[in-house]
């Protein structure tokens, strides 16, 4: 959960790291989440291409599973009593089930207990303590017996960051051991779902093989695994829960899958199931986007106030655009920006700035994280170590004849002055153009005249323009020379044994 500043402030860390001076009668039989001898572990296989790409297809038979079912209205203990598992328990207490809430203070426990909300959020103390009076909430301490009597166990503890940055697993290793305990002991299938805030390959890597290592049991035979990240920001977190934009589901299966999906049944927005790996990294995302909104949105507001422009009417006349500006619009990774607008006009608004003496280190990287997208795309290049370099485009888009800034003709200078002879087919490119370029400097001849002339021509395939003379070059090339997509020409493509993209 992000607090106003921006932070993963899952739960108080505080309060955790006050366990071992806190004085509690057997807390060794209350399986608190205190660290356990060493384990020997061995992390499951690295995901591959297979398993990152999620289709039913992949999900183990639910036949070769236990025969047990999760109740239709499940149990679901929750591990981590701080503002998103707090707010998990109340709203799904609300929702019909019957929740057992756990955290190793007990004064929150007591709070809980007493039908208070151990945190300031609107509306949530309503919420614990109408569950607390029908008795679909209890708070322990105890893990252990709350995993035992739950079918369905969150994990909301907290992953503070590290002195460099790291994210902190401590809390969910911790956890998972304890979790892991219990599954040892039960019979019926239960559902283990991470909601802490993770780096991908989190939980198949490290959360995964721990709770296999102290249960003793199969990851998608005896139980299951989701990740389930939680957008919830701090002081609207009830209304966040019950309206969201979208729900996310990572599974190792789809028998998991569909019982996290039921918790969630009913409420608005897009249920979307994906691998674990794409659910723990959208998390990260979301919240990085968030922060360089802010970030861009603040420069803005400098500037402006600099030169004395109103910049709250600046920004209200700039997200009127729902179709470039605040859309799915430019966001699709890909190959570099050029063209007459993008790069001149942030040049110019660089300039600006430092006529003003406005620090605006965000804007100021946006040319050079786009020169470093091109470096990215010469290295791809080079490890294959290969001569001729074929592209299909030069124009900065497919469908225009605009040449300025083209980040394809860049590349192909810088193509050939690293040694390369480079070929190109461009239908829309006229040689004049070309040629009042300089480009006939930079190929070994004006451009082929036809697909099956520059495929025959070169050894590497790199695709620019995504249209039809760009599928239709990556498709003769792709049997007998590696292609280098940097456009998204599709799956047929993607999954293709020569064929790599730029950033997939």
């Avoid at 009830?238 to 996290?260: M, W």
């Avoid at 723990?280 to 603040?298: A, C, P, Q, R, S």
Wanted: aromatic share 6%; hydrophobic share 40%; proline share 5%.
């Amino acid at each position: 959960m992000l607090n106003e500043n921006g932070i993963d402030s899952s739960v108080d860390l505080s309060e955790m790291e006050r366990l071992s001076n806190l004085n509690v009668p057997d807390a060794a039989q209350q399986n608190v989440w205190a660290p356990k001898q060493e384990l020997n572990i061995n992390p499951l296989p690295a995901a591959n291409d297979s398993d990152l790409r999620f289709t039913l297809d992949f999900f183990q038979s639910p036949s070769q599973l236990p025969a047990t079912e999760i109740a239709v209205k499940p149990t679901i203990s929750v591990l981590g009593l701080g503002y998103v598992g707090a707010v998990s328990a109340a709203c799904f207490c609300d929702r019909g089930h019957s929740v057992i809430g756990v955290d190793p203070d007990v004064v929150r426990v007591d709070t809980l207990n007493r039908g208070e909300s151990p945190i300031v959020e609107e509306g949530l103390a309503e919420l614990l303590g109408q569950a607390r009076q029908i008795g679909r909430l209890e708070a322990i301490c105890d893990t252990h017996s709350a995993v035992i009597e739950s079918d369905i166990t969150l994990v909301c503890v907290g992953t503070p960051t590290g002195p460099t940055g790291e994210c902190d697993l401590k809390y969910l290793r911790m956890a998972s051991e304890q979790i892991g305990g219990a599954l040892g002991l039960k019979q019926d299938y239960h559902l283990v779902a991470f909601r802490s805030t993770v780096p991908p390959k989190t939980t198949r890597e490290v959360l995964i093989p721990i709770l296999e290592a102290t249960s003793g049991k199969r990851c998608g035979k005896d139980f299951g695994v989701c990740f389930n990240p939680e957008f919830l920001r701090e002081s609207t977190a009830i209304s966040d829960f019950y309206e969201p934009p979208k729900t996310v589901i990572g599974a190792v299966d789809q028998r998991s899958a569909a019982a996290l999906a039921q918790l969630y049944k009913g409420l608005p927005g897009e249920l979307i199931e994906t691998s674990i790996e794409a659910a723990e990294f959208v998390k990260y995302i979301d919240n990085t986007w968030h922060g360089l909104k802010v970030g861009f949105g603040n420069e803005v507001g400098r500037l402006c106030k600099m030169v004395g422009v109103d910049s709250h009417q600046v920004m209200d006349i700039f997200v009127k655009d729902t179709k470039l500006n605040l859309s799915p619009y430019y966001l699709r990774p890909g190959f570099a920006f050029g063209g007459s607008c993008l790069p001149k006009d942030t040049r110019g608004i660089m300039h600006l700035a430092a006529a003003n003496a406005v620090s605006t280190p965000l804007i100021d990287s946006i040319i050079h994280s786009n020169d470093k997208h091109i470096e990215h795309t010469l290295a791809l290049i080079a490890e294959h170590r290969v001569k001729r370099i074929g592209i299909v485009g030069l124009t900065f888009k497919a469908h225009t004849d605009d040449l300025r800034e083209s980040p394809l003709l860049e590349l192909a200078r810088q193509l050939h002055d690293q040694g390369h002879v480079v070929s190109y087919f461009d239908p829309n490119a006229s040689s004049a153009d070309l040629l009042r370029m300089g480009m006939d400097k930079h190929t070994s001849h004006s451009g082929c005249t036809n697909i099956d002339q520059l495929v025959g021509s070169v050894d590497l395939l790199v695709v620019g323009h995504n249209t039809d003379y760009g599928r239709e070059a990556a498709q003769a090339a792709k049997r007998f020379m590696p292609v280098i997509d940097l456009v998204g020409l599709g799956n047929s493509f993607k999954y293709a044994k020569n064929c790599e993209g730029v950033c997939w």
